[in-house]
């Protein structure tokens, strides 16, 4: 037993692995950034070594790659393209913001409502965006409508999720107090039930946002529009790999950023709970 403490704590210290989830959280900067820009690398360094024993066709340098996606940033080509698809991506996002969240909080409080609504949540997921996106050109037509609804049908899921986790997951001691004290429904959501679920329900606002992007590229390949969708198309129909490769890296680049600036709202809510308890 002595042995096996000895080891877990050795990994624990090594940031390995550790029987405390709670601890596994980056505790400084350079542990935060220092993994992932090594992976990372690690990752171009194998891309790079692989491109020099294949063709261009079948696996593009890096470099290359990279001075695509600079030149279409210098030339305004990235701009022309990126702003459809984030627009579409991000009123998507909004649409499964106003639905899921609602809903999420009507779940969490009914459970006639949960009994209904859950498995129909659970199946929504299950309809393959390729098909549904010939039915949404049918009831609603071209355009950054449609796309949109079709981002915000792939962002509804784990934000309508992570909003019943959350206030499922709320201290019922707090709730009763607040009750006692003659809070109503709506101080006690707004004052007491949102701040505390809010980590959680902006953890699957950040997730349905990051998946949104890829609603918008799925609209555009298949229903057609301006954004990056269509230029993959474009790089697709004209052999040009190294093209969908700049494609592919404009929209993981495009993600990331967005995925970035969510977590400040996070940690916010979060500092405000703490607060609150302290």
């Known amino acids: 037993m002595t042995e096996l403490l000895r080891r877990g704590r050795r990994a624990a210290r090594l940031g390995l692995w550790s029987a405390y989830p709670a601890r596994t959280r980056p505790v400084s900067r350079a ?3 220092l993994p992932p820009l090594v992976a990372a690398l690690v990752l171009l360094l194998t891309w790079w070594g692989l491109a020099q024993v294949t063709t261009a066709a079948f696996l593009p340098d890096p470099v290359a790659v990279l001075n695509r996606v600079v030149r279409w940033i210098g030339s305004g080509v990235a701009w022309r393209y990126l702003v459809p698809t984030v627009a579409a991506a991000l009123l998507g996002a909004l649409i499964a ?3 899921a969240l609602p809903l999420g909080f009507c779940i969490a409080h009914s459970r006639l409502l ?21 039915l949404l050109v049918i009831w609603v037509g071209y355009g950054t409508f449609p796309i949109a609804l079709l981002c915000a049908i792939i962002a509804f899921f784990p934000m309508v999720t992570t909003t019943v986790v ?6 019922m001691r707090v709730i009763e ?3 006692l004290d003659g ?17 959680a329900v902006l953890a699957g606002v950040r997730g349905g946002v990051v998946l949104s992007m890829t609603g918008a590229i799925v609209g555009e390949y298949v229903m ?11 790089s697709r129909e004209a052999a040009d790999t190294t093209g969908l490769f700049a494609v592919v890296l404009l929209i993981s680049l495009t993600a990331i950023l967005i995925a ?14 703490e607060g609150e308890h302290q």
């Open 177 to 179: 107090t607040a009750w």
């Open 224 to 234: 057609g529009g301006t954004g990056l969708g269509t230029l993959l198309t474009i």
């Open 260 to 273: 970035s600036l969510l977590p400040f709202a996070e940690r916010a809510s979060a500092a405000h709970v």
């Open 183 to 199: 809070a109503g429904a709506w101080q006690r959501l707004i004052f007491i039930e949102a701040p505390i679920a809010a980590p």
């Open 31 to 33: 542990s935060r950034w």
């Open 114 to 134: 949960a009994a209904i609504a859950e498995p129909f949540v659970a199946v929504s997921q299950t309809v393959p965006l390729v098909a549904v996106a010939p």
């Open 97 to 99: 913001v106003v639905v």
């Open 166 to 171: 959350g206030l499922r997951n709320l201290d």
